[in-house]
């Protein structure tokens, strides 16, 4: 099926350090959400982005809506060791008539402590 | 707790063999959405529905069906089970748009269903 690019796959970082993720597309989004997740669980809503340029933060975490608006990223600050998880990202491709996403391939965070 | 509920939360079953996964949304949400997430992958949306009626279909296979009751809660079945079929299966739903609660665009999750298929 159809998946955004993520980048990175994964990153380990040290505690108290800043993390960076990406999502691109070669389509247009109407809708951007991130989510987190941790193993056996499901996803958790972290950010929902649903304009071009539009930046959010929640908490320690900020995401912005790309301007092209092909793609979105995310920022953690500050990182704490219950950072770690999957992060991903999912799009709603414009005109597509629906509320469906498409979802990234994942970002696998390690905190070191 | 996102409010959405999903059992069984595991699974074990045999090759060739039927399953049925059960999913409640959040109270007052009216679209259900399933998805297959294998072992280290993304989230594969299957189909959605809305206030039981098909809405969207994704890489569904013609051995899935699913189908959403009227008091809105949504089964996921799943036939002729393959090995390849083992996998996470999660339902989310999302608010109604004009109804207080949240955006529609905005997709909670429930727990997951962990498929073996030996």
């Known amino acids: 099926g159809q998946q955004l690019n993520q980048s990175p796959q994964s990153m380990f970082i040290q505690e108290g350090e800043d993390v960076s993720m990406n999502c691109t597309s070669s389509?247009?989004?109407?809708?951007w959400l991130w989510y987190k997740q941790d193993p056996g669980e499901g996803p958790v809503l972290l950010i929902a982005?649903?304009?071009?340029?539009e930046l959010t933060s929640n908490g320690r975490l900020t995401a912005q809506f790309g301007i092209t608006r092909k793609d979105s990223f995310l920022n953690i600050s500050a990182s704490i060791p219950s950072d770690v998880g999957i992060y991903f990202c999912a799009g709603q491709p414009i005109f597509s008539g629906t509320y469906k996403y498409i979802f990234g391939t994942g970002t696998r965070l390690k905190v070191l402590a | 707790d996102s409010g959405v509920t999903q059992t069984p939360k595991h699974l074990i079953t045999a090759t060739g063999q039927r399953v049925t996964l059960r999913c409640s949304p959040r109270s007052g949400d009216l679209s259900v959405y399933w998805y297959q997430q294998s072992l280290d992958q993304g989230l594969q949306f299957l189909i959605q529905?809305?206030?039981?009626?098909?809405?969207a279909k994704g890489n569904i296979l013609e051995r899935f069906s699913a189908q959403q009751f009227p008091d809105l809660h949504s089964e996921l079945n799943l036939s002729s089970l393959e090995l390849g079929d083992s996998a996470l299966y999660f339902c989310?739903?999302?608010?109604?748009?004009?109804?207080?609660?949240?955006?529609?665009?905005?997709?909670?999750f429930g727990p997951g269903t962990r498929l073996t298929v030996t």
């Open positions: 529905y809305y206030n039981g009626e098909e809405r």
């Open positions: 989310a739903s999302t608010p109604s748009a004009g109804l207080a609660g949240g955006s529609p665009y905005e997709q909670y």
């Open positions: 982005l649903y304009k071009a340029g």
């Open positions: 389509s247009i989004f109407n809708t």
